[in-house]
């Protein structure tokens, strides 16, 4: 049975954080015909739904883009033809059958549709004991959604998100989809993609340049991913004074000149910072949270009815603030912060008990520049002086990941990259702050790279200059690889993407 | 224009632009499906209400419901003295929560062996 495909009479569609508006020719939601249980029929069905949406889009010689928790700030999910809303679609398989040079357990992998929230899989993984090993601060995302634009947290063991998928199915015409992983680590049964009717296409520069594809590659509508056994995190907040040896943490990861809240001689899974720049007197925000099979005596659970929980980072902070004021001053910004954004001793969940649910829509705005360890404290000390001359009412945030094998990930630099969030109001104050931001950083010698999902003023050239001319020429050729036709190319192309020179 | 019909204008427009959200807690709040609204109009002090035509959701349940009111609502309403009181309702579909499945290719597992009689 085809799916039901419900078409809006809306002709506007707006981001969740409502920083714009689009207009577009139809919005439609899909659903699988049999909601309530996952099948392979159902999900065939569905395919051949999402290729009728492509013909009608070249039919109609419109553009046709695949549409998530539409968390993103910039315009990566916008588009003035059909977008499809994918969130409904959240089919889950798992453990699906291996590929017998798949070193690991089928019980680790974990088959989806592209619609499924990380909430819903934080949930569904739990009650089958096993866990995401990473995830970005909150949980709003679909997966195709949060990997189309590198979503990360700060796991000091893993990359982002993209980089716990092992495995792609792309619609990307009317009569063609692919299985898509990656030649080297072959990881699925070749009798799935069969049996999905799909074609089976094993190439790492396609997979890698797939897996940040800003919606541009076709319709994701299948993830396959690699998750973990359950493990709980032991998570502690508190405020620390900014001393040299805090710096040298923040900027090569060297814990070894400072005390670490939690039990000693543990090395942190998670590490991150929250700084109000206008208020470093009295110390910087440290979370760090160590990974146990279960958690230790004398932890107490999180609270998860409270405003602000544990794993939550600046942008959420805003998030909270502007639901409750709308404008924020400087002084206001750092009562607010004492108020619901304290420290906490001691506290245990799993991952998604931490990294937990934000509701809230506000009127934040928030940036995130990636940078190599090592010039952490000069990106920081950048945006200080900046911020000197111009205060702005808002946080920064530091956050680690290793360097993703992504082609197009912002998260790409060696041997770690550290993210510098910067969250503040949505106003012309914050804004034209980020703008002195990002030209001064142009201007230094830092290598940097700027999330795809939040605030940036990048164009062809930048893009070229950032992310390196060969990552780009190889994303741009597996993208003519997988759209051979230029019909196919205009229909997964949006501005966004045109004004990256990545169309 | 009387200081009554002023006091009642300025009453009107002071809640012009409300805006009230219900939202499911927690992740049972993050909807499938993008805002459906229709315009709503109570007549006759309240006798008549009209209600929203909700048929995108699948059978499954609301997520969210928001409730607005703009200026020329609010106008219409002091105009017509609560006769007739239009008002915006969006609402967001739940998502649904699927059996998980099999992706059918399980190796097969040993026919039992038959033991008895
Ligand atoms: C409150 C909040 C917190 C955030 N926290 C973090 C964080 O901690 N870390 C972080 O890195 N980022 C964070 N972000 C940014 C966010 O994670 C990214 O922008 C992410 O891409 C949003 O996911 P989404 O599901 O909403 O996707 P969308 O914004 O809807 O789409 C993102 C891209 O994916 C494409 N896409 C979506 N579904 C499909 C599909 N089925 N097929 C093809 N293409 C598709 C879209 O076309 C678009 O190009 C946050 C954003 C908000 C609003």
Redesign the pocket.
């Given at each position: 049975m085809p799916p039901v495909i419900h078409e809006s009479s809306q002709k506007r569609w707006q981001?969740?954080?409502q920083s714009y508006i689009q207009k577009l020719e139809l919005l439609v939601d899909v659903w699988n015909e049999d909601a309530s249980q996952s099948t392979v029929p159902g999900y065939i069905d569905t395919t051949r739904g999402l290729q009728g949406l492509i013909q009608r889009a070249l039919t109609q010689r419109l553009e046709l883009?695949?549409?998530?928790?539409?968390?993103?700030?910039t315009k990566?999910?916008a588009t003035s033809g059909i977008l499809v809303n994918?969130r409904p679609l959240n089919y889950l398989f798992p453990a699906p059958r291996t590929h017998p040079a798949h070193p690991g357990r089928r019980e680790d992998l974990l088959f989806t549709q592209?619609?499924v929230s990380v909430a819903e899989l934080n949930h569904f993984l739990k009650r089958i004991g096993k866990s995401l090993t990473t995830s970005?601060?909150?949980n709003?995302?679909?997966i195709?959604?949060?990997i189309?634009?590198?979503?990360?947290?700060s796991n000091l063991e893993t990359g982002?998100m993209q980089d716990f998928v092992v495995g792609l199915h792309l619609v990307v015409s009317p009569d063609r989809h692919v299985w898509l992983e990656r030649a080297s680590a072959p990881v699925i049964n070749d009798e799935i993609p069969q049996k999905l009717g799909a074609e089976l296409v094993r190439d790492d520069a396609l997979f890698n340049a797939a897996l940040v594809?800003?919606?541009g590659f076709?319709?994701?509508?299948g993830v396959l991913m690699e998750v973990v056994d359950l493990y709980y995190l032991q998570a502690y907040r508190r405020r620390m004074p900014l001393t040299e040896e805090l710096w040298r943490a923040f900027d090569q990861l060297d814990f070894s000149g400072i005390t670490l809240p939690g039990p000693p001689g543990l090395k942190p899974y998670h590490f991150t910072a929250v700084i109000n720049p206008n208020d470093m007197d009295r110390g910087v925000f440290v979370t760090v949270m160590y990974k146990h099979a279960r958690c230790p005596e004398g932890s107490t659970p999180p609270s998860p009815g409270s405003k602000l929980t544990q794993g939550d980072?600046g942008?959420?902070i805003i998030?909270v603030l502007t639901d409750m004021v709308s404008e924020l001053t400087i002084p206001l910004l750092s009562r607010l912060m004492d108020r619901f954004y304290t420290e906490y001793e001691n506290v245990c969940g799993t991952h998604g008990e931490l990294f937990t649910d934000?509701t809230t829509r506000g009127k934040?705005w928030?940036s995130?520049v990636a940078v190599p360890l090592g010039r952490v404290r000069e990106t920081v000390e950048l945006a200080l002086a900046i911020n000197r001359a111009q205060p702005f009412p808002g946080l920064f945030g530091l956050r680690y990941t290793l360097p993703s094998r992504a082609t197009l990930a912002f998260t790409q630099h060696a041997p770690m990259t550290c993210i510098l969030d910067i969250d503040g109001t949505a106003s012309t104050r914050t804004k034209s702050y980020n703008r002195r931001v990002w030209q001064q950083l142009a201007k230094s010698s830092i290598p940097h790279t700027y999330?795809w999902?939040?605030f940036h003023e990048l164009d062809g050239p930048a893009v070229r200059g950032r992310y390196g001319e060969a990552h780009v020429n190889a994303w741009l050729e597996a993208r003519r690889t997988l759209l051979p036709t230029p019909e196919l190319r205009a229909a997964f192309a949006n501005d966004y993407l045109r004004g990256l020179g990545l169309a | 224009m009387s200081k009554r019909a002023a006091a009642l204008l300025c009453l009107g427009l002071s809640s012009a632009c409300a805006h009230y959200r219900v939202q499911a807690p927690g992740a049972a709040g993050a909807s499938a499906t993008e805002a459906q609204g229709e315009v709503l109009w109570s007549l006759g002090w309240g006798l008549v209400q009209e209600r929203p035509r909700v048929d995108n959701c699948q059978d499954q349940a609301l997520a969210e419901v928001t409730q607005s009111t703009n200026v020329g609502f609010a106008l219409i309403s002091v105009l017509t003295l609560g006769l007739a009181m239009p008002q915006r309702v969006e609402w967001r579909c739940a998502k649904a929560q699927p059996t998980p499945g099999d992706l059918g290719v399980r190796p097969v597992a040993p026919p039992a062996t038959a033991e008895g009689p």
């Amino acid at each position: 049975m085809p799916p039901v495909i419900h078409e809006s009479s809306q002709k506007r569609w707006q981001n969740w954080h409502q920083s714009y508006i689009q207009k577009l020719e139809l919005l439609v939601d899909v659903w699988n015909e049999d909601a309530s249980q996952s099948t392979v029929p159902g999900y065939i069905d569905t395919t051949r739904g999402l290729q009728g949406l492509i013909q009608r889009a070249l039919t109609q010689r419109l553009e046709l883009r695949g549409l998530g928790g539409g968390w993103s700030f910039t315009k990566a999910p916008a588009t003035s033809g059909i977008l499809v809303n994918t969130r409904p679609l959240n089919y889950l398989f798992p453990a699906p059958r291996t590929h017998p040079a798949h070193p690991g357990r089928r019980e680790d992998l974990l088959f989806t549709q592209c619609g499924v929230s990380v909430a819903e899989l934080n949930h569904f993984l739990k009650r089958i004991g096993k866990s995401l090993t990473t995830s970005g601060a909150s949980n709003g995302q679909t997966i195709a959604g949060a990997i189309g634009t590198g979503t990360h947290g700060s796991n000091l063991e893993t990359g982002a998100m993209q980089d716990f998928v092992v495995g792609l199915h792309l619609v990307v015409s009317p009569d063609r989809h692919v299985w898509l992983e990656r030649a080297s680590a072959p990881v699925i049964n070749d009798e799935i993609p069969q049996k999905l009717g799909a074609e089976l296409v094993r190439d790492d520069a396609l997979f890698n340049a797939a897996l940040v594809g800003l919606g541009g590659f076709g319709l994701v509508h299948g993830v396959l991913m690699e998750v973990v056994d359950l493990y709980y995190l032991q998570a502690y907040r508190r405020r620390m004074p900014l001393t040299e040896e805090l710096w040298r943490a923040f900027d090569q990861l060297d814990f070894s000149g400072i005390t670490l809240p939690g039990p000693p001689g543990l090395k942190p899974y998670h590490f991150t910072a929250v700084i109000n720049p206008n208020d470093m007197d009295r110390g910087v925000f440290v979370t760090v949270m160590y990974k146990h099979a279960r958690c230790p005596e004398g932890s107490t659970p999180p609270s998860p009815g409270s405003k602000l929980t544990q794993g939550d980072n600046g942008l959420e902070i805003i998030g909270v603030l502007t639901d409750m004021v709308s404008e924020l001053t400087i002084p206001l910004l750092s009562r607010l912060m004492d108020r619901f954004y304290t420290e906490y001793e001691n506290v245990c969940g799993t991952h998604g008990e931490l990294f937990t649910d934000t509701t809230t829509r506000g009127k934040a705005w928030g940036s995130a520049v990636a940078v190599p360890l090592g010039r952490v404290r000069e990106t920081v000390e950048l945006a200080l002086a900046i911020n000197r001359a111009q205060p702005f009412p808002g946080l920064f945030g530091l956050r680690y990941t290793l360097p993703s094998r992504a082609t197009l990930a912002f998260t790409q630099h060696a041997p770690m990259t550290c993210i510098l969030d910067i969250d503040g109001t949505a106003s012309t104050r914050t804004k034209s702050y980020n703008r002195r931001v990002w030209q001064q950083l142009a201007k230094s010698s830092i290598p940097h790279t700027y999330h795809w999902g939040k605030f940036h003023e990048l164009d062809g050239p930048a893009v070229r200059g950032r992310y390196g001319e060969a990552h780009v020429n190889a994303w741009l050729e597996a993208r003519r690889t997988l759209l051979p036709t230029p019909e196919l190319r205009a229909a997964f192309a949006n501005d966004y993407l045109r004004g990256l020179g990545l169309a | 224009m009387s200081k009554r019909a002023a006091a009642l204008l300025c009453l009107g427009l002071s809640s012009a632009c409300a805006h009230y959200r219900v939202q499911a807690p927690g992740a049972a709040g993050a909807s499938a499906t993008e805002a459906q609204g229709e315009v709503l109009w109570s007549l006759g002090w309240g006798l008549v209400q009209e209600r929203p035509r909700v048929d995108n959701c699948q059978d499954q349940a609301l997520a969210e419901v928001t409730q607005s009111t703009n200026v020329g609502f609010a106008l219409i309403s002091v105009l017509t003295l609560g006769l007739a009181m239009p008002q915006r309702v969006e609402w967001r579909c739940a998502k649904a929560q699927p059996t998980p499945g099999d992706l059918g290719v399980r190796p097969v597992a040993p026919p039992a062996t038959a033991e008895g009689p």
